[in-house]
């Protein structure tokens, strides 16, 4: 206990030295003309709470950005947990499936806009998309290398206490899987989070996303820094969460502990 | 008839890996209860032979019957410890040596009174909750043996299960498996290279020729327990396994 609370009295530290360099170099440099100062930025960010930005408040903002991340990221991580176990299970399904998933992945989120208005339109379901696109491929290849990393001995342990082949996926397969899911998880909410900018891209009036484009068009830099704040802040946050929750299903492991 | 059936008959057991014949025409039974060592050069292929036991391998040619029917885990009560570790380690000590009762499907108050008499006789009780990436080498060969010894098997199928301890463990846990021997009158088949541990187990010795393997010798091993190392009989007896097993 003593050892987390000196990690985060460290982390605390190291990001005040930082706002406290940053505060530096905009108060005492030239730098203070294109950005503004870490104070300013901060107070903008709190005050958005109560004065909205736009037609919302700062809350509103995140939460909207969280229900059009969250959605397409539950179905992405079902989804690619299914496909990854097909794939690691079967091998025909690797042969066919594992192609497209490698053709596909490296295109980033960005380039699929254009197509993705035109197939889903301006409105959620483009967003949807895009987000989708971002966490699927991550939580399908590191399901499916949790697949793969089966212990031969442990199966051959099963088999011998009696184990028929539904158990053995049950009691040995998804067991094994379980850490591989998770890490899989925790990336692509780190990339899925990431694409609310590009998702917010495409018309919206509301947003972490839309603070920084709006910000953008209007040339207000502290609206363009509280926007990436909120996005650094709130994915702290729901990465926190899922380490949590990772460590109390993955207890055995060295990496949920 | 029923009472002359051996409790393991294997006939012309053959086993190839292309063309390579690695176990050659072996036939031998072992009685009800008997605890039979099985000895033999390095490489002899051992290891394959408790495989083909256990129909992990399909052997080329030959029968395994336990009880006289054809050797099967699904349906009958084989166990096997391997020389590997290999306890589940998502799964607490208590959870693993109940792993195979789940599997089984046994009543849930024999599970839990089977599970608490084995926590207790290899002496982890204290260790239930503990997950096997923090316990020590010795403690996971235990787990090991109570799961495999929880589902009260017919037939217990040992592969060096020592090979990696050393030698104040190696007696220490071989003391407690031939108490969970005598407790609970399981058939046991122990393959090991150590000679000593072979006679300070068995009841009988099985050795084995070099490759292509087949039976040389079974040995009675008459020796009362609990056996001294030291003591002449068992050095005499020592002495002319690894006799047998020098003069291929």
Redo the contacts between chains.
Sequence with gaps: MAEKQKRVAFGALGIFIFLCIWYAATTLTSLGKVMPDPITVLAGFFTAFVEPIGTHSMIMHILVSLRRMLIPYFFGGVLGVLVGILMGWYKLADAILMPYIQMIRPIPPIAWIPLSIVWFGFDEGSKYFLIFLACFFTIALTTYNGVHSVDE??V?????????DN?LFT??VL??T?PYIFSGLQVALGSAWATIVAAEMIRSSEGVGWLIISGQEVGNMTQIMVGIMAIALTGLLITSIMRGVESKL?????RGK | MANKEPKVRVQNLTKKFGDLLVLDNLNFEVEEGEFLCIVGPTGCGKTTFLNSL?R?YQPTAGEILVNGIPVD??KQ????I?Q???S????TVEQNIR??LE??KIPKEEADANVEEMLDIVGLTKFRNY???QLSISMLQRV?IA?AFA?KPELL?MDEPYGQLDIDLRFKLEDELIKLWKKTGTTVLFITHNIEEAVYLSQKIMVLTNKPTSVKTVLDNPLPLPRDVVSEEFVALRNKVTDLIKWW
């Design positions: 001995t442990l051959r342990a099963a088999r011998m206490l009696g184990a028929k158990q009691s040995i067991p094994t379980v993955c207890a055995w492991t060295v | 256990t992990l885990p699904k009560n084989i166990s096997y391997f590997e570790y290999s589940f380690p998502w799964l792993f195979g599997i089984k997950y096997p990436s090991a799961r589902t199928l």
